[in-house]
Each structure stands twice: as structure tokens, then as C-alpha cells.
């Protein structure tokens, strides 16, 4: 059984989709940053939901239906992007879930299992390092009239930077804002990564679904990742899996390894042939036995 629907959470409204049944023990999708749950694909989903598993999974605030803010002004902090996962587990009435992060993902679930212990039974780290190092921005507070262009946020105080300065893309557009979604994620990719049709079909979904993709990816840059809590993951407990693309170029091999040191016990599974995305179908079997063995 498949559901979608919005829910009241920490003040604003958020999208949350639930495959398979109450019952079973839950399972909470954590996507990337500027990412909405649209990226976790839907037969995946639906796999890990046969796997006897409550499958959850839902928009990040300025993210797909959840609520959106103005370009360059997040009301918000990575703090609060970590609350609002606590909440959709409170709004489900779950006490506590096995967690699923990819990249930014990961870092939520890092931090959840940090400072929420009682919450997580059980940690897959998908593509993710300790802390998302490799893009950790400053939280920067905007009172005042701005502009947005396709790289930079001028305010009346100052230039925020917001992507490289040969990112021109009109992501008010839905050609350009696909077009620049499809080769984002083939650059990042490998050999596995899904052919053009479906990755159109999936970023004209996500487009479709956003209110506004320039605040999107603008905001949770703005917003950060929150307290770092590098020197604190010794204190986990909680079972982990760290699974690794061995192309990914974002996070080569010394980030996982050191992920996996950091966390007592914590397993490090190599995926051979992936880069930074999102497990692609060539090794779902590798990936979904690695979660349902370990949400258990």
C-alpha cells in the first residue's frame, strides 16, 4: 500500500509517503540536500516495502510539496532539517526507525543518531563522510531586499556565493532545469547509472513537484548542515552499514574509511561501479540485502 500525503510538522506542512504496511518495522528514506524523495525511486521503495519493511519517505522543506521559502532567504538551519526528520517519525507515531541516508541524508542520520540515540535502530550510510565536509557552508542570514542570478545572492550588505559562477541555468525553466538535472547526476555517475529516458522522466517529475528549484538548492546551502559532530560518532551504538561507490569522486575512498573507523562496529561495503548517486539498479540486490539484513 502506497501513501502520500501532507502533514502539519515543526510549524510548516511536509509531503510524506509511506509504502507497505504500519506493522511492519519502519524504514525512514533520508534524500540528499536540494533533494526531494522523488529521487528515491519508486520500485525501490516498493522492494524494500516487500521486504517486510514500513518504507517512509518525504520532501525536505523547500524541497518538492513541503513548504518552500524565498530564494535566498531559508528560515531555517540544518538544525531544523534534522528536527524535521524527528518530526515525520512523531506525526507517524514511530518511536524510533531504521535510517537510510544518502550524502546529506547521511549526515542527518549521523547526527540523529548522535543526539537522538532512543530514535534510530540501525544506520545505512549511503555515499556519505563524516560531516559532509566537502560541503559545509555557512549559515548566512538575509534581512533585506536581494537578487538572484544563476550563481551569486547580492543583498544590500553583500555577495553570497551560491554555486559555481558557471552555473547560468534558468531554473525557472523546465527544459533547462531538467537538462541541468540529468547531467548533474550523469557526472557525478558510473557506468550503472540509469540512460537519459529515465533520468528525464524522473527530473521532469521532480520539476513538476517543486515550488521553486533556484530556492531550493540556494537555501539548503544557505541553511548548512549544522553543529559538526565529528568527534561524537565514537558514542554511536547503533548497528551501521557504510556503503560506498568506488567512483565516487565527491567522496573518494578516505571519506567512507574514515566514516566507518569513526562509528564502533560499523561495516564498510564497497559498491564497484558507482559514483555519487543514488544506488542504481545494477547493484540494488547488493544494496537492499545490505538494509534489510541490518533492519532487521
Not at 513541503?66 to 540544518?78: E, I, L
Not at 537522538?116 to 535502530?121: A, E, Q
Not at 559532530?229 to 571519506?255: K, N, Q, S
Request: glycine residues 6%; hydrophobic residues 40%.
Amino acid at each position: 500500500m502506497v501513501h502520500e500525503t501532507m502533514m502539519p510538522i515543526n510549524g510548516i506542512e511536509m509531503c510524506v509517503e509511506t509504502f507497505g504496511e504500519p506493522t511492519e518495522p519502519p524504514l525512514l528514506l533520508l534524500a540528499a540536500d536540494a533533494s526531494s524523495m522523488d529521487w528515491w525511486d519508486d520500485e525501490f521503495c516498493r522492494r524494500l516495502a516487500a521486504g517486510g519493511r514500513f518504507v517512509v519517505r518525504y520532501d525536505h522543506r523547500d524541497t518538492g510539496r513541503s513548504t518552500s521559502y524565498p530564494a535566498g532567504a531559508p528560515d531555517y538551519s540544518g538544525a531544523d532539517l534534522m528536527e524535521d526528520a524527528l518530526g515525520v517519525l512523531d506525526a507517524l507515531r514511530l518511536p524510533a526507525a531504521h535510517l537510510v541516508g544518502f550524502s546529506f541524508g547521511g549526515a542527518l542520520a549521523q547526527r540523529m543518531a548522535v543526539h537522538h540515540p532512543s530514535r534510530v535502530l540501525s544506520l545505512t550510510l549511503i555515499a556519505a563522510a563524516v560531516d559532509d565536509i566537502a560541503a559545509e557552508p555557512a549559515t548566512v542570514t538575509l534581512s533585506c531586499p536581494l537578487t538572484v542570478s544563476a550563481s551569486r545572492v547580492t543583498t544590500g550588505l553583500r555577495t553570497v556565493e551560491a554555486r559555481p559562477s558557471t552555473d547560468e541555468t534558468d531554473w525557472s525553466n523546465r527544459k533547462s532545469a531538467v537538462s541541468r538535472m540529468i547531467d548533474e547526476v550523469r557526472a557525478r555517475g558510473g557506468p550503472f547509472t540509469p540512460e537519459e529516458p529515465h533520468l528525464r522522466r524522473l527530473a521532469e517529475r521532480v520539476f513538476d513537484r517543486s515550488t521553486d528549484l533556484a530556492a531550493t538548492r540556494l537555501n539548503h546551502r544557505l541553511a548548512g548542515y549544522g553543529p559538526p559532530v565529528r568527534d561524537l560518532l565514537c558514542t554511536i551504538e547503533t548497528p551501521t552499514v557504510v556503503l560506498h561507490g568506488t567512483l565516487d569522486r565527491r567522496f573518494p575512498a578516505d571519506h567512507p574509511e574514515e566514516l566507518a573507523r569513526s562509528i564502533p562496529g560499523a561495516r564498510l561495503v564497497w559498491l564497484d561501479g558507482v559514483g555519487h548517486e543514488l544506488p542504481p539498479r545494477a547493484v540494488w540486490n547488493q544494496v537492499l540485502d545490505e538494509i534489510l539484513d541490518l533492519a532487521a
